[in-house]
C-alpha cells in the first residue's frame, strides 16, 4: 500500500530564497532513501504577510519504507533544518493512506 508522508512547512520570509535553495538538496536528499519514490511541493495561495505557507507531498512505497525512514533518517534530516534556519521555520507531518 503507498503511503504520502505530508511536511507542512511555515517559513519566514526572510529567509525564503536560501530555504527554497536548500529545500530542492534536502528533497533529493530525501528521495535518495529506499521507498521515497517522488515528491510535490506545494504553496499556499494565501498566506500571512511574515511567513510562507509549502507542503510536501512524499509518494512513499509502504509503511516498513517509511518506519525505516523514521528509525534510521528522520532525525538526522530534521536536524539539517534546524541546524541552518534555526527558529526561522517550523514544520507538522502526517501520514495519509490511500482508501479506494
Same mark, same amino acid.
Given at each position: 500500500?503507498?503511503?504520502? +508522508?505530508?511536511?507542512?512547512? *511555515? ?7 536560501? +530555504? ?14 529506499? &521507498? $521515497?519514490?517522488? !515528491? ?11 511567513? $510562507? !505557507?509549502?507542503?510536501?507531498? +512524499? ?9 525505516? +525512514? ?8 530534521? *536536524?539539517? &533544518? ?8 517550523? !514544520? ?9
Amino acid at each position: 500500500m503507498s503511503l504520502i +508522508y505530508e511536511v507542512n512547512i *511555515q517559513v519566514s520570509l526572510d529567509i525564503l530564497d536560501d +530555504y527554497l535553495s536548500w529545500l530542492d538538496i534536502h528533497i533529493s536528499e530525501i528521495l535518495d532513501i529506499d &521507498g $521515497f519514490d517522488s !515528491a510535490k511541493i506545494y504553496k499556499e495561495s494565501f498566506t500571512s504577510s511574515d511567513s $510562507f !505557507a509549502l507542503t510536501i507531498h +512524499y509518494s512513499v512505497s509502504n509503511k516498513a519504507a517509511l518506519d525505516s +525512514y523514521f528509525t534510521n533518517n528522520a532525525e538526522i534530516m530534521r *536536524q539539517k &533544518g534546524i541546524d541552518r534556519f534555526g527558529d526561522k521555520f517550523s !514544520a507538522t507531518r502526517r501520514i495519509l493512506e490511500k482508501i479506494n
